[in-house]
Nanobody
């Protein structure tokens, strides 16, 4: 059983930064950050394959966001720099265990994630 609690959301102006944190109990092979904007489907932002510390990002955040995992502390982070209004969304951390091979594999199999946090709101104003 994995329990996840996000924190760190807020309101910033475009170009600003935020750091999201996700406290988790238990081990998971994959952990990821996802977001959902009003009227849109949930999308993957970044994922990390715990065994190899291997990461994958959606194209729109490459070079701006960094996902990291402190597996000892069971903490997942998302450092978000140069935020844009289109990054505005509810951000969720999630986890799943199973047969995965890479960060890209963890990212592609979004539908298999079975542990989710309650979400934290990120609002970016122009």
């Amino acid at each position: 059983q994995v329990q996840l609690v996000e924190s760190g959301g807020g309101s910033v102006q475009a170009g600003g930064s935020l750091r999201l944190s996700c406290a988790g109990s238990g081990y998971a092979h994959c952990r990821g950050w996802f977001r959902q904007a009003p009227g849109k489907e949930r999308e993957g932002v970044a994922a990390i394959y715990s065994a190899r510390d291997n990461t994958y990002y959606t194209d729109s955040v490459v070079g701006r966001f960094t996902v990291s995992l402190d597996d000892y502390k069971k903490m997942l982070y998302l450092q978000m720099n140069n935020l844009k209004p289109e990054d505005t969304a509810m951000y969720y951390c999630a986890a799943v265990s199973g047969y995965f091979s890479s960060g890209r594999d963890c990212y592609d199999r979004l539908s298999e994630y079975n542990y989710w946090g309650q979400g934290t709101q990120v609002t970016v104003s122009s």
